[in-house]
């Protein structure tokens, strides 16, 4: 079958990563979580303490920072490696990377930075890739485009319920506010802001199961496969 690019979008913890790793597997394809990306990007500012607030400081050092994907084998999981070390867990429970990573990403010399790398990653098409802004800027002409979105309460809950799982203990409040001001910022600022490609199918997977919204996404990638063969 021909490949093709799949660009998934949408709001904050509503199980985009998920459902782009089940098609890569399910495709054989490869993943790329933009996210990851935005938050490796701000996990090195706050390690060497570079005020993203001064956008030439964070320009200057943009260069110093080299993300790669590894693939870990106790796990069975793609890793997030940053300059060559692993930082998947830390990107994932680190407060201060949760509540500065959408302010990181509003700033345009970020998004040149990583916008460019992520269209190399594409350019042989055979992916998914999900963040924000894929279907309409990353990835403007892929062949599919999804909008994911989802109750924020649910959405909350299911972000509280990995991080239980990962050993972070935080209220449910806490989780609601930090998704909620993430969603805000994520949808407003200058610069490719959150929104639906004209093109893109929105999927509302509050109650869909997993298996269910991927049943229902391969429906639509083998109706579009028959129709490019
Ligand atoms: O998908 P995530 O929650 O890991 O993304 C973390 C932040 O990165 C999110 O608040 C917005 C930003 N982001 C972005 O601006 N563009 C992308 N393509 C992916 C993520």
Known sequence: ?????????????????????????????????TGAMYRAVTLYLLQNQIDFHHSDMVTNCLSQINISFGFDEATQTQITLLNGENIENEIRINPRVASAVSDVSALSEVRK???KQQQVFGQNK?????????????????????FITADPKIRAQRRLDELKEKGQHTSFEEVLANLEKRDYIDCNRADSPLMKAEDAIEIDNSDLSREEQLELVLSFVKNLSLSLN
């Open 113 to 115: 930075f990583l916008v």
């Open 126 to 146: 055979g992916i998914v890739m999900d963040g924000r802004d894929i279907g309409t800027v990353v990835f403007p002409n892929a062949e599919i485009k999804l």
């Open 1 to 33: 079958m021909k490949k093709i690019t799949i660009a998934i979008d949408g709001y904050s913890s509503c199980g985009k990563s998920t459902l782009a790793r089940q098609l890569a597997k399910t495709l054989n394809y490869h993943y790329v979580d």
